[in-house]
C-alpha cells in the first residue's frame, strides 16, 4: 500500500501548499484529487472543472473522498485568471494532453512579469497504450510530469530527449489509487466467491463485441452457481464520462435473449470498495487490472477479442494475467510476474516521495523558471494555434475576445441560464452519440 508521506521530504513553509486542481472528466478529477492529496498532504485544495461535455456529477465527485474549498466551473480563460490572480503554491492540470497544452500558454501569459509563480504538475490517468508522442508533447512545459512507473518514466524521458526537449520533469511515481487491504480469500460463511469484471465505456467499440463479453459474464455466472459475477459499470445513465458510451452495458444487458442470472448484476461506485470484496478480477485492460493487481487480487486480463494495440491488452504482455473466458470458467487463476509488477509500478512503497521533493525544490527561492513548453510559434506553427484556439486561447497565450471571465455583476438569472444551456448540450451530444450515431451507422451497413 501506498506509504506515508516521508519525514525526510523538504518543505519550503510548515503549513501545506495552497493547491488548485483542474480536471475535464471523472476519471481525471480522481486522480487530479487523489494526485493532490499525495503531492501536498494536508492541504485542502480548491478544485476546478473544465467546462465540456465530460464535467462530472456530484456522485462522481463524491466518490473520491477528498475535501475541497472551493469548488467551480470553468472555461480555460477563467482559470488562467483565477490561478493568475490567486496565490497558489502548487497548480495540478488534470486534463488532455491538446487542454493541457493550452492551459501552459495560457497560464504563462496570465503570470508574465510575476515575481513567483506556482509549480505547474500533469501526468496520466493510467496505462499510456496510445498516442505517446503526441500526449508526451503536449504536456511537455509543465515543471513536473508525473510517469505511473519505472516503465513510463524511461519512454517519457526518451520521447522528450528525441525531440531535444528537456526531459527534468519527468518524475516517476504511482497512480495515486492503488491502495486498499490486500487481498483475502473469500470466506463461504460470510459472502460468495466474487467475480468483477471491469467494463470500460470505449474499449471495445463494437456492439458484437461487448454483448459477447456481457454474455460470457453471464455464462460464467451460470457455469458457477455459487459464485456472485459483478458488472463493474463506470457510470450511470445520463452521467458524464471521458468516453461517452456509445452502447452502454445497462441497454445491451436488457437486451440478453436469457437476461442475466440471478447471481450476475451490474454494480456501480468507487472501485475501490468493489475490490474489497473480489476474489477475481476480469477485464479488457482496465486500469482496474493495476488496481486488483497492487492488492493482490487475482487478476485477468481477457485474450479473447484478441491481443492488441486497439484494446490496449497488449500493455500486460509479460504480465502473466492475460487469460480467455474459456481458461477462467475451466477454474484458472492467472499469477503475475513479479518483474512485470515492478516496473509497471504496483508496487508503491514511497512512490511519491521523489514528486514531493521535486515540488518542494522547485518552490524553494528563487522560485520555478518561466514556463517553456517544446510547442511554440516556431515549432509547431501548423499545429500549436489550432489547439491553443479551441480551448479559447489566441496564438500568443492571451484569451481570445469573448472568452474571458464573465463580468462581476453578471446576474444570477443569467448564469444560470447559461449553465441550462450547457446541460442541454451535453444531453444532446450524449443523445447524438448513444442513439443516432448507432443507428447511422447500422443503416450504412445495409
Given amino acids: 500500500m501506498p506509504s506515508a508521506p516521508s519525514s525526510s521530504a523538504p518543505s519550503r513553509t510548515e503549513s501545506p501548499p495552497r493547491v488548485a486542481v483542474l480536471a475535464d472528466s471523472d476519471t481525471r478529477w480522481k486522480w487530479?484529487?487523489?494526485?493532490?492529496?499525495?503531492?501536498?498532504?494536508?492541504?485542502?485544495?480548491?478544485?476546478?472543472?473544465?467546462?465540456?461535455?465530460?464535467?462530472?456529477?456530484?456522485?462522481?465527485?463524491?466518490?473520491?473522498?477528498?475535501?475541497?474549498?472551493?469548488?467551480?466551473?470553468?472555461?480555460?480563460?477563467?482559470?488562467?485568471?483565477?490561478?493568475?490572480?490567486?496565490?497558489?503554491?502548487?497548480?495540478?492540470?488534470?486534463?488532455?494532453?491538446?487542454?493541457?497544452?493550452?492551459?501552459?500558454?495560457?497560464?504563462?501569459?496570465?503570470?508574465?512579469?510575476?515575481?513567483?509563480?506556482?509549480v505547474v504538475v500533469t501526468g496520466y490517468v493510467g496505462v499510456v497504450y496510445e498516442k505517446l508522442a503526441d500526449g508526451l508533447l503536449l504536456r511537455h512545459g509543465a515543471d513536473v510530469?508525473?510517469?505511473?512507473?519505472?516503465?513510463?518514466?524511461?519512454?517519457?524521458?526518451?520521447?522528450?530527449?528525441?525531440?531535444?526537449?528537456?526531459?527534468?520533469?519527468?518524475?516517476?511515481?504511482?497512480?495515486?489509487?492503488?491502495?486498499?487491504?490486500?487481498?483475502?480469500?473469500?470466506?463461504?460463511?460470510?459472502?460468495?466467491?466474487?467475480?468483477?469484471?471491469?467494463?470500460?465505456?470505449?474499449?471495445?467499440?463494437?456492439?458484437?463485441?461487448?454483448?459477447?463479453?456481457?454474455?460470457?459474464?453471464?455464462?460464467?455466472?451460470?457455469?458457477?452457481?455459487?459464485?456472485?459475477?459483478?458488472?463493474k459499470l463506470r457510470s450511470r445513465p445520463g452521467e458524464h464520462t471521458t468516453h461517452v458510451e456509445e452502447l452502454p452495458y445497462q441497454r445491451l444487458a436488457g437486451r440478453l435473449p436469457a437476461g442475466l442470472p440471478a447471481n450476475c448484476r451490474l454494480v456501480y461506485g468507487n472501485m475501490g470498495e468493489v475490490l474489497d470484496r473480489a476474489d477475481l478480477l476480469v477485464t479488457v485492460s482496465s486500469t482496474a487490472a493495476l488496481e486488483a493487481l497492487h492488492r493482490g487480487v487475482p487478476t485477468a486480463v481477457l485474450t479473447d477479442l484478441g491481443v492488441r494495440e486497439q484494446l490496449g491488452n497488449h500493455h500486460f504482455l509479460g504480465s502473466g494475467c492475460l487469460a480467455s473466458w474459456d481458461r477462467l470458467d475451466a477454474g484458472h487463476l492467472p499469477k503475475p510476474e513479479p518483474e512485470w509488477l515492478a516496473r509497471q509500478g504496483v508496487a508503491t512503497e514511497g512512490a511519491f516521495d521523489a514528486a514531493r521533493r521535486r515540488v518542494a525544490d522547485l518552490l524553494a527561492p528563487p522560485g520555478p523558471p518561466p514556463l517553456a513548453p517544446y510547442y511554440t510559434r516556431e515549432t509547431a506553427p501548423g499545429y500549436l494555434p489550432g489547439i491553443l484556439a479551441r480551448h479559447g486561447?489566441?496564438?500568443?497565450?492571451?484569451?481570445?475576445?469573448?472568452?474571458?471571465?464573465?463580468?462581476?455583476?453578471?446576474?444570477?438569472?443569467?448564469?444560470?441560464?447559461?449553465?441550462?444551456?450547457?446541460?442541454?448540450?451535453?444531453?444532446?451530444?450524449r443523445h447524438g452519440v448513444q442513439r443516432v450515431a448507432p443507428v447511422i451507422r447500422r443503416m450504412g451497413e445495409l
Fill in 145 to 231: 510530469v508525473l510517469a505511473n512507473s519505472r516503465h513510463d518514466a524511461e519512454r517519457f524521458r526518451a520521447v522528450y530527449e528525441g525531440v531535444g526537449a528537456a526531459a527534468g520533469s519527468v518524475t516517476e511515481c504511482a497512480l495515486p489509487f492503488l491502495e486498499g487491504a490486500p487481498y483475502g480469500p473469500a470466506d463461504p460463511e460470510v459472502r460468495p466467491y466474487t467475480v468483477v469484471f471491469a467494463a470500460q465505456p470505449s474499449v471495445p467499440d463494437r456492439r458484437e463485441d461487448r454483448l459477447y463479453l456481457l454474455e460470457r459474464a453471464a455464462r460464467h455466472a451460470r457455469l458457477h452457481p455459487r459464485r456472485e459475477v459483478l458488472i
Fill in 32 to 118: 487530479g484529487a487523489l494526485t493532490a492529496r499525495r503531492l501536498a498532504p494536508g492541504a485542502s485544495p480548491d478544485g476546478y472543472l473544465l467546462r465540456g461535455r465530460a464535467t462530472p456529477t456530484p456522485r462522481q465527485l463524491a466518490e473520491v473522498g477528498v475535501d475541497w474549498t472551493r469548488l467551480a466551473e470553468v472555461t480555460g480563460p477563467e482559470f488562467a485568471a483565477a490561478a493568475g490572480a490567486a496565490r497558489y503554491d502548487v497548480v495540478l492540470l488534470a486534463c488532455v494532453g491538446g487542454a493541457v497544452q493550452a492551459l501552459l500558454h495560457g497560464l504563462a501569459h496570465a503570470w508574465r512579469g510575476a515575481p513567483r509563480r506556482p
Fill in 393 to 429: 486561447f489566441a496564438p500568443d497565450g492571451r484569451p481570445l475576445p469573448g472568452r474571458a471571465a464573465p463580468p462581476a455583476e453578471e446576474s444570477r438569472l443569467r448564469r444560470a441560464a447559461r449553465g441550462a444551456l450547457r446541460e442541454a448540450a451535453r444531453g444532446a451530444y
